[in-house]
């Protein structure tokens, strides 16, 4: 057999299996669709492109080769691969599993409302959904790891594209026995002197938390970094100091507990921008805008301190 010449086409891998399943070049013509001539012509220049022969035909016998009975059900795994290609393609981009990076003290708080939200209007999308520090998040967005993340805002690649989803308020969390425990506001001059409590600088609360310590005379702790919002909450509830919570973690998590007092600020409104980002080029903008909607759909439900932006 001569060596490849071209590339083989899908079209010459339905005409293989038809000649399979037909039993012969005749009755795979007429699987196909086709008259038999080109058919045949098909058949041998898939042979030319593979260099090797499919079927064996003479004196009116015909049976596939060994490596054509292979070909064959490879081509059917194949044409099958591309047909849901094809079905995918038919229903969309929200259709198949999509891949969310989130922040660790936004997923567990939003996500299961989202994840119902979507499932409900849009149950052929799916979302594998992995939590991380907003430093990782931005740098495996762009490495590929995510297709998309809900981050903090704004991020710093230009390789990246994002819409504003949310605004979160952040609340002051004091002990209960606290001197400002009474009151449900706080002024920032009530931050002088105080000890505060943060998350480590791999989060980005940790830079407005140091903002607001540097603009007020409070003090950071350097020594009490915490891991988590549980255990910035756990410290602040034995007297170690205060701390800034957001919104989502407060509904879900703090009112109505009784271990720690949360205040809101009494003018300006503290708050962080939360919005999701995908690398810029992505055919995916309608998924991400199917997310964006319910994300916004959850927020809006009167969740207290959020804000959805348009």
């Not at 220049?45 to 009975?69: D, K």
Request: aromatic letters at 6%; one cysteine or more.
């Amino acid at each position: 057999m001569q060596g490849r010449s071209q590339d083989i086409t899908l079209r010459q891998l339905r005409y293989l299996v038809a000649l399979k399943g037909g039993g012969g070049f005749r009755k795979g013509a007429d699987l196909a669709g086709i008259s038999q001539p080109s058919f045949s012509a098909q058949i041998k220049l898939l042979e030319q492109t593979l260099g090797v022969r499919v079927a064996e035909r003479g004196n009116g016998s015909f049976a596939m080769t060994p490596i054509g009975r292979e070909l064959v059900a490879n081509a059917v795994d194949i044409l099958d691969r591309v047909d849901g290609l094809v079905k995918m393609s038919e229903s969309g981009p929200l259709t198949g599993v999509l891949r969310l990076g989130v922040k660790a003290t936004l997923g567990p708080y939003l996500m299961p409302g989202v994840v119902r939200q979507l499932h409900k209007t849009h149950p052929s999308l799916r979302l594998f959904v992995r939590e991380g520090p907003p430093v990782d998040l931005e740098r495996e967005l762009t490495d590929g790891l995510h297709d998309v993340v809900l981050a903090q805002l704004p991020l710093g690649s230009a390789d990246v594209q994002s819409i504003r989803l949310f605004r979160e308020g952040l609340f002051l969390a004091v002990a209960t026995d606290h001197p400002l425990a009474g009151r449900e506001t706080f002024e920032p001059s009530d931050l002088s002197g105080l000890d505060v409590l943060s998350l480590s600088p791999r989060y980005h609360l940790h830079d407005q938390v140091l903002r607001l310590c540097e603009e007020n005379g409070a003090r950071l702790r350097r020594d009490y970094e915490g891991t988590s919002l549980d255990a910035l909450r756990q410290m602040v509830g034995m007297g170690l100091g205060v701390t800034f919570l957001p919104a989502l973690y407060v509904n879900s998590e703090v009112r109505g507990a009784g271990d720690v007092a949360v205040l809101k600020p009494k003018r300006s409104q503290l708050a962080r921008s939360v919005g999701l980002a995908w690398r810029r080029g992505s055919s995916l903008t309608e998924a991400y805008e199917a997310i964006a909607e319910s994300v916004r759909s959850v927020v809006g439900g009167g969740t207290w301190g959020v804000t959805p932006e348009a």
